[in-house]
């Protein structure tokens, strides 16, 4: 027996950082002790760049020789150590981005288990291959401590059978064809939280704009999805920092037949090359479109914001109106700008901005004369997994 406090560490894998979290056990609640970010990974050429981000009243911040998820997971787990040798870990949650039709609720890693979420790993190829080298990394350090994978397309699973289908022959849905969305653990916390800041309204015809590197909507009603803009991958939906969005699928072939691609060059174009960055030539951030005066930046911005309303206005006619829009993640949180032109364009669904209260982040930022309330709401995927992870490991 031990008298250290138990706790579980959260891990967020993405290309080139791992975010983590550790929360402290407290019945059957986790609390959130610490949180950072180690990125810059995978770059051979400028090892030493890796940045090691501890968030908090007191932020540190130092540069690290390291270039893969297996470095940063020791890194991770030494600082835990040495900062906090009264804790004791007792489990570890990974964010998993794809959960196929196999899995629609969050479960303990072992080894079938993992060698199924490997036949998912081309449905999301931006995500999948780190988010399994996470699991591997710890495992190898830390075979004694329980891992579980908490899915971003479980939220999604409630959607009525027509939003999950294609319209394609039974048999390739059979074969997992189908309408997953993503972004879920989000929308799950957004959920969670919605009647703190809506009240009654937390369950009445609700859209969700999570808008970032990786950007969707999620319609939902009674605080489920009942249609979202992502769709078999997470290639679908509104335009991204670096992938399209709705694409007409004859592009594709016509990618390999007429411009002679292979199905490799088209996975690394519509991933990697794609969106923002691809229509601007110059970045698929947000903050560098913004501040950048050439016409390309702001012909993608104007790209964005028109497909996110059109988003909105679909949304609203998928569940029979829209009475709260929130925003959230890294444009939705902390760009006004993003969020003032998008309400503009969608004035016409009776949505008004109040632009003191949205230039100052309130959480409410909609006008006394709007019809539908406009929240911003930070997300925090790691806290849902926090909270799956605990009710999973204290069933054993």
Same mark, same amino acid.
């Given at each position: 027996?031990?008298?250290?406090?138990?706790?579980?560490?959260?891990?967020?894998?993405?290309?080139?950082?791992?975010?983590?979290?550790?929360?402290?056990?407290?019945?059957?609640?986790?609390?959130?002790?610490?949180?950072?970010e180690?990125?810059?990974?995978?770059?051979?050429?400028?090892?030493?760049?890796?940045?090691?981000?501890?968030?908090?009243?007191?932020?540190?911040?130092?540069?690290?020789?390291?270039?893969?998820?297996e470095?940063?997971?020791?890194?991770?787990?030494?600082?835990?150590?040495?900062?906090?040798?009264?804790?004791?870990?007792?489990?570890?949650?990974?964010?998993?981005?794809?959960?196929?039709?196999?899995?629609?609720?969050?479960?303990?890693?072992?080894?079938?288990?993992?060698?199924?979420?490997?036949?998912?790993?081309?449905?999301?190829?931006?995500?999948?291959?780190?988010?399994?080298a996470?699991?591997?990394?710890?495992?190898?350090?830390?075979?004694?401590?329980?891992?579980?994978?908490?899915?971003?397309?479980?939220?999604?699973?409630?959607?009525?059978?027509?939003?999950?289908?294609?319209?394609?022959?039974?048999?390739?849905?059979?074969?997992?064809?189908?309408?997953?969305?993503?972004?879920?653990?989000?929308?799950?916390?957004?959920?969670?939280? @919605?009647?703190?800041?809506? &009240?009654? /309204?937390? $369950?009445?015809?609700?859209?969700? =704009?999570?808008?970032?590197?990786? *950007? !969707?909507?999620?319609?939902m009603?009674?605080?489920?999805?009942?249609?979202?803009?992502?769709?078999?991958?997470?290639?679908d939906?509104?335009?991204?920092?670096?992938?399209?969005?709705?694409?007409?699928?004859?592009?594709i072939?016509?990618?390999?037949?007429?411009?002679?691609?292979?199905?490799?060059?088209?996975?690394?174009?519509?991933?990697?090359?794609?969106g @923002?960055?691809?229509?601007? &030539?110059? /970045?698929? $951030?947000?903050?560098?479109?913004? =501040?950048?005066?050439?016409t390309e *930046? !702001?012909?993608?911005?104007?790209?964005?914001?028109?497909?996110?309303?059109?988003?909105?206005?679909?949304?609203?006619?998928?569940?029979?109106?829209?009475?709260?829009?929130?925003?959230?993640?890294?444009?939705?949180?902390?760009?006004?700008?993003?969020?003032?032109?998008?309400?503009?364009?969608?004035?016409?669904?009776?949505?008004?901005?109040?632009?003191?209260?949205?230039?100052?982040?309130?959480?409410?930022?909609?006008?006394a004369?709007?019809?539908?309330?406009?929240?911003?709401?930070?997300?925090?995927?790691?806290?849902?997994i926090?909270?799956?992870?605990?009710?999973?490991?204290?069933?054993?």
């Open positions: 027996m031990t008298d250290k406090q138990q706790a579980v560490i959260i891990f967020n894998a993405g290309s080139s950082s791992l975010k983590f979290g550790l929360y402290a056990i407290h019945g059957n609640k986790p609390a959130c002790i610490t949180q950072g180690i990125e810059n990974l995978g770059n051979e050429s400028s090892a030493r760049q890796a940045k090691f981000s501890v968030y908090g009243n007191n932020t540190r911040t130092q540069l690290l020789a390291l270039t893969t998820h470095q940063a997971i020791t890194c991770i787990l030494e600082r835990v150590e040495k900062d906090y040798p009264q804790l004791q870990l007792a489990g570890a949650g990974h964010r998993v981005v794809h959960g196929g039709r196999k899995f629609s609720t969050p479960v303990i890693i072992n080894t079938r288990i993992r060698q199924q979420l490997q036949d998912y790993s081309h449905l999301a190829p931006l995500h999948m291959p780190h988010n399994l996470a699991i591997d990394a710890l495992q190898q350090q830390r075979p004694e401590l329980q891992q579980v994978a908490c899915f971003d397309t479980a939220f999604h699973r409630t959607m009525p059978e027509y939003e999950q289908h294609y319209a394609l022959p039974p048999v390739w849905f059979e074969r997992g064809v189908q309408h997953y969305g993503f972004h879920g653990l989000s929308y799950e916390y957004i959920a969670s939280v @919605l009647p703190e800041y809506a &009240g009654s /309204s937390a $369950d009445a015809k609700v859209i969700v =704009a999570h808008l970032g590197h990786g *950007a !969707s909507l999620c319609a009603v009674q605080r489920k999805s009942v249609a979202t803009t992502m769709g078999f991958t997470p290639l939906g509104i335009p991204m920092a670096t992938r399209p969005g709705t694409l007409d699928p004859g592009v072939s016509w990618f390999i037949r007429e411009a002679g691609l292979s199905i490799e060059q088209v996975d690394e174009l519509l991933n990697q090359q794609c @923002l960055y691809g229509l601007s &030539g110059i /970045s698929g $951030d947000m903050r560098k479109l913004l =501040a950048d005066k050439h *930046a !702001s012909r993608a911005i104007d790209y964005f914001v028109h497909h996110t309303q059109r988003a909105i206005a679909s949304l609203a006619a998928a569940i029979g109106g829209i009475d709260v829009l929130v925003f959230t993640a890294g444009i939705g949180e902390n760009s006004a700008l993003i969020r003032e032109r998008i309400c503009r364009q969608a004035t016409w669904l009776g949505i008004q901005i109040d632009t003191d209260a949205n230039n100052n982040n309130h959480r409410k930022i909609s006008s004369s709007s019809n539908v309330t406009i929240l911003r709401i930070p997300t925090n995927e790691e806290m849902i926090a909270k799956h992870t605990l009710q999973l490991i204290t069933q054993l």
